[in-house]
């Protein structure tokens, strides 16, 4: 059978979600897609790296305890060492998960472009790289003939961008509109229940829907970043974080918020790119009160939404977990059956 060897850099929430799904689920996958799937190295800025060619043994790895690191173990080593190792893994696809970096993409940035640039196909969950090096990193995967996949940069495991590539195929898109961001969507819904903003931003960090820094869900930075992957992927744009004004939820009060359900509305943080008159792209990330028969206005807790526009179709709305570690995994796991569907047309349209 066939076999992808996966190199994990970055071992927090996420990839952890994905190495468990690997060891509880390897079996069941192999039989349902034709592939197995084996760790030969993990990177973390705790635990350090660790390469074991002939894999890694998961359930060892989670059973370490506090202040262990990998040490001790063969191919171990203290330090993350993440460069050396995504250059020098025997893996063939890398998995980066390490922190978004809105600012400059990095280091993200240089863990995608050294897999790439050693012949190793990528996936990601990282919003820098995408935003910020998208074109670049794609150029550097087509020119080594390799893959670099990342539906879960926008929306987590919710299949958006192969939604719009695969699914809306023969449509022109002419605007996309979403909540794409379950920290704040979260946060308004706990508001309108009577919660303060930092007692509900708390509660988003425990359960895993914030960024490290919640500050860019509050402030609208983190959707500013998918509104770019989604303006670039969808429309075709070629825009930069500075093309895209924004203003995030900080800027509401309770009041607002109670005065808008008065009114029969509800606030949500919308980003949104769409075709202008000059033949361009225009983005921005603002929180509106839609009124409550507006599609998006029901979506609730952490769920994301995102609205196509459509020539031939109309309207059509996907909605589903925007973050979560679990959830994002799975985005991990629809790139590398991605990866790998790639893999298998490219040999066959060698042999
Ligand atoms: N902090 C993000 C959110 C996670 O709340 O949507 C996914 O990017």
Redesign the pocket.
Known sequence: MNRHDIALIGFGGVNRALAQIILDRGDDLATDLGFVLRVVAITDLRLGSLMQADGIDLAHVFAMTDGETFAGMSGGAAEPQNEYVIRNTTADIVVEATF?NPIDGEPGISHVRAALESGKSVTT?N?GPVALGGVELNRLAAANGVTFQYEG?VV?GTPILRFASETLTGLQINAVEGI?????N?VLGQMESGMTLDAAVAE?QALG???AD?T??IEGS?VQL?VVILANEILGANLTTADVSRRGISELSATDIVEAAAQGKRYKLIGSAFRNAAGGVTAKVEPMALPLTHPLASISG?T?AVSFDTDLLGTVTVSGP??GRVE?AYALLSDIIAIDAHQRAQAEVSS
């Not at 794409?180 to 704040?184: F, I």
């Open positions: 978004t969950t919003k940069s987590s794409l961001n379950g920290t704040s979260y988003a829907y914030a960024e919640p860019a869900d983190d998918k952490p994301n925007g973050a994002t």
